[in-house]
């Protein structure tokens, strides 16, 4: 399982740098602007649908039911599963999208209502959600993909995929901008193009497993059906951190033009480690977790959990740290420019400081949900998620007036925090996941370790001011010396205290 995690997670590094460089190209190109809150807005909306339906909901319901058709039926009856899910799942993304690109005003105005007051925004977001949102109808498809690949321990494609939207972006970014009326609306083509290419990609791989779809509509197929079943309840529950960040976009409409730009940044650089480590770990448990719920082994189950879990303390609490503390480095490094100013930097800062605290909350999220749906049980993180989504509302109202956008990322912190203790109590007292020995003490090594890093980087940082007027060059290869000396710091102080790799060794797939 060690090999799987690194493959996917190095594909989605790469996929994140690229992201970084996506971003740094939008900051320099057009600021935090009318227009980017514009089109934040516009691509928030299917990427939400995505994260819900395709990542969430769909991926989650589909793997544990077609690893079990994997390995208790033929190859004819999977073959014809994945027929009539296909056809299905295409079918009502047809007619999704459909209603979604007709409806655009009026998704937008449900999205961001504080557009409403604001003609020439809402026109540029509604012209450019019409481009984005058959993003939707294709990214889902390929999440169908993607899942059959990792349900044959294919992980390296799926987790590769997303590299295309970047490059997607970026060229039209640079190439397509200059060229039209309203340069911000080339970022909304390069959406719309990402996610073809995205679904063409992944047909050679499907055709190599004699598995590429034959679209069927069959609602009616007993897989379909049960995967119909367990979705219902997941379209909220597996995506509580991706409602916690739309009502951020919500609410900070009414707030100063900007606000949807600077959590939108923050929120990027939160993801980088999120998605290297967090998305990995839920990608690759989640087929191993739902072959032991098959097999009927509980003990393989409860070790996979536990695996999953040493990986989230190693690695979750040094990026929470050092996203933390080179907060304001790291965003005047990467997006600081002629129309990305200081004061954006320092706003920008707030908010991923306030994310960064829960870093290792969302990364639980991820690692612990799992361990109910390989379970087929889609109901419990549903009573979770309600719990925390009241919770992130009140808290929105609550600190979105002392502490303005910064707030609305402070809420989805707490909110998180609670949805990931209430996750791995539910799994304790079912007895699902019991604690292997020695995490009193891996526990002990890890904060020591990760409170060595924080002191090494605080000497380190200085001054946000220090950044800010700083040559670009200069920030750059400050940066990075910090970054590389945290995780020789790190490193040492973990070999120092005793911690070693087999501590994590895992002889699952």
């Known amino acids: 399982m060690l090999k799987s995690l690194a493959k996917v997670g190095s594909n989605t590094m790469l996929s994140r740098v690229l992201g970084f460089v996506r971003d740094l190209v939008f900051a320099h190109m057009f600021g935090a602007s009318a227009g980017t809150d514009a089109f934040f807005v516009a691509f928030k909306i299917p990427n939400f649908l995505r994260r819900l339906?395709?990542?969430?909901?769909?991926?989650?319901?589909?793997?544990?039911?077609?690893?079990?058709?994997?390995?208790?039926?033929?190859?004819?009856?999977?073959?014809?599963?994945?027929?009539?899910?296909?056809?299905?799942?295409?079918?009502?993304?047809?007619m999704v999208t459909l209603l979604g690109v007709a409806g655009a005003p009026f998704l937008v105005i449900v999205f961001a209502p504080g557009f409403y007051g604001d003609p020439e925004k809402l026109t540029l977001a509604s012209d450019m959600l019409r481009l984005t949102f058959p993003y939707l109808f294709f990214i889902s498809l390929t999440a169908l993909a993607g899942g059959i690949l990792n349900a044959h321990n294919r992980f390296g494609i799926p987790a590769f995929t997303p590299v295309l939207l970047n490059l997607s972006m970026i060229g039209c970014a640079l190439w397509l901008s200059p060229l039209m009326d309203r340069p911000v609306v080339a970022l909304a083509w390069g959406v719309l193009l990402a996610g073809i290419a995205q679904l063409l990609f992944q047909g050679p791989f499907l055709h190599q497993l004699k598995l590429l779809p034959r679209f069927k509509f069959a609602p009616k197929d007993d897989g379909v059906r049960k995967i119909g079943r367990l979705m219902l309840p997941a379209l909220f529950g597996v995506s509580v951190t991706q409602l916690n960040l739309l009502l951020d976009t919500l609410i900070a409409s009414f707030l100063v033009t900007g606000s949807i730009s600077w959590l939108y940044y923050s929120d990027r650089l939160m993801e980088f480690p999120l998605g290297v480590l967090g998305v990995a770990l839920g990608t690759v448990?989640?087929?191993?977790?739902?072959?032991?719920?098959?097999?009927?082994?509980?003990?393989?189950?409860?070790?996979?959990?536990?695996?999953?879990?040493?990986?989230?303390?190693?690695?979750g609490v040094p990026a929470a740290v050092g996203l933390f503390i080179l907060s304001g480095p790291m965003i005047a490094t990467l997006f600081q420019s002629n129309v990305f100013l200081e004061t954006d930097v320092a706003m920008a800062q707030r908010s991923l400081m306030a994310y960064s605290l829960g870093l290792v909350p969302f990364i639980l999220i991820k690692v612990l949900a799992p361990g109910y749906y390989a379970r087929q049980d889609t109901r419990t993180p549903v009573r979770i998620a309600v719990v925390a989504m009241v919770t992130n509302m009140?808290?929105?109202?609550?600190?979105?007036?002392?502490?303005?956008?910064?707030?609305?990322?402070?809420?989805?912190?707490?909110?998180?925090?609670?949805?990931?203790?209430?996750?791995?109590?539910?799994?304790?007292?079912?007895?699902?996941?019991?604690?292997?020995?020695?995490?009193?003490?891996?526990?002990?090594?890890?904060?020591?370790?990760?409170?060595?890093?924080?002191?090494?980087?605080?000497?380190?940082?200085?001054?946000?001011?220090?950044?800010?007027?700083?040559?670009?060059?200069?920030?750059?290869?400050?940066?990075?010396?910090?970054?590389?000396?945290?995780?020789?710091?790190?490193?040492?102080?973990?070999?120092?205290?005793?911690?070693?790799?087999?501590?994590?060794?895992?002889?699952?797939?």
């Not at 690893?67 to 009502?92: M, Q, S, W």
């Not at 998180?416 to 791995?424: D, P, Q, W």
């Open 394 to 509: 009140v808290l929105n109202i609550v600190l979105v007036f002392p502490l303005a956008h910064a707030g609305l990322a402070l809420a989805t912190t707490l909110s998180a925090t609670l949805n990931a203790f209430l996750l791995f109590r539910g799994l304790r007292r079912e007895g699902v996941y019991v604690a292997q020995s020695g995490w009193r003490l891996l526990l002990l090594r890890g904060v020591a370790a990760s409170t060595l890093l924080a002191l090494a980087l605080y000497w380190g940082a200085g001054t946000l001011s220090e950044w800010t007027a700083a040559p670009t060059a200069d920030r750059v290869w400050r940066l990075l010396a910090l970054v590389a000396g945290g995780v020789l710091v790190y490193a040492a102080a973990l070999l120092s205290f005793g911690i070693r790799l087999r501590h994590f060794r895992n002889s699952e797939v």
């Open 53 to 94: 339906f395709a990542e969430g909901a769909f991926s989650v319901a589909f793997v544990p039911v077609l690893t079990e058709y994997k390995e208790k039926r033929g190859f004819d009856e999977l073959r014809l599963f994945i027929d009539h899910v296909a056809g299905t799942l295409g079918a009502v993304l047809l």
């Open 285 to 315: 448990i989640l087929p191993s977790l739902s072959r032991n719920h098959a097999t009927e082994s509980t003990e393989g189950f409860s070790r996979t959990i536990d695996w999953a879990l040493r990986w989230a303390l190693l690695l």
